[in-house]
Structure formats: C-alpha cells, structure tokens
C-alpha cells in the first residue's frame, strides 16, 4: 500500500494506490477536484453533498438507489437501463412509448 499525505494549513493532499483498501469517513470536507480511478466503492454512501458537475464514465451502477436529489440538467447516454425506474416507471417502457409517439 502506498499512502501520501501532504497537508497545508487549509489544503490537505492524500494519494492512495496500489489496491489499498480504505474506509474513508469523510465529513465537513471540500473534496472538489477529487479523482478516482479503478476504484471498488461498493457499499459507498453520499448524504447531504453537493456533486454538481459530477460525472460518471464506464461504471457499474446496478443497484443504484437515488433518493430527494435534484437531477436537474442530468444527462444519461449510451446507458444499460433494463430494470431501471423513475417513480415506479419503467424507463425502459416509457422510451419505447416516446420513440414510438416520434416514429408515428
């Protein structure tokens, strides 16, 4: 495991590689402009954060339950969606109706 740590007084760095595995706990902190890359985070929990300009590429989502979230601007593409929901609907179902209602 290599662990790094490089603190200012109000900037801290941490790298963390090499398959480390970590429980982080995460609370008060900005954590803008944070990477990760070929990182397990299975079981993660996010509550009360702001992930505005958050993005999302080629991960495994399944299972994801997003609750009291404002999803605004969000913008899904080139995604697996076969079980997915919106408030009890189907999406799968609801983008066959729409693709339907255009070809009409």
């Given at each position: 495991?290599?662990?790094?740590?490089?603190?200012?007084?109000?900037?801290?760095?941490?790298?963390?590689?090499?398959?480390?595995?970590?429980?982080?706990?995460?609370?008060?902190?900005?954590?803008?402009?944070?990477?990760?890359?070929?990182?397990?985070?299975?079981?993660?929990?996010?509550?009360?954060?702001?992930?505005?300009?958050?993005?999302?590429?080629?991960?495994?989502?399944?299972?994801?339950?997003?609750?009291?979230?404002?999803l605004a601007?969000?913008?899904?593409?080139?995604?697996?969606?076969?079980?997915?929901?919106?408030?009890?609907?189907?999406?799968?179902?609801?983008?066959?109706?729409?693709?339907?209602?255009?070809?009409?």
């Amino acid at each position: 495991m290599k662990l790094l740590s490089h603190s200012t007084h109000e900037n801290a760095n941490m790298d963390i590689h090499d398959k480390a595995k970590m429980r982080l706990d995460v609370k008060g902190s900005d954590i803008s402009g944070s990477a990760f890359n070929d990182v397990n985070m299975s079981g993660w929990t996010a509550s009360n954060v702001n992930m505005s300009g958050f993005r999302i590429d080629n991960a495994n989502l399944a299972g994801l339950h997003v609750d009291n979230a404002n999803l605004a601007g969000a913008n899904f593409s080139n995604c697996r969606i076969d079980g997915m929901t919106i408030e009890g609907i189907k999406v799968e179902d609801a983008l066959a109706a729409y693709r339907q209602s255009k070809a009409a």
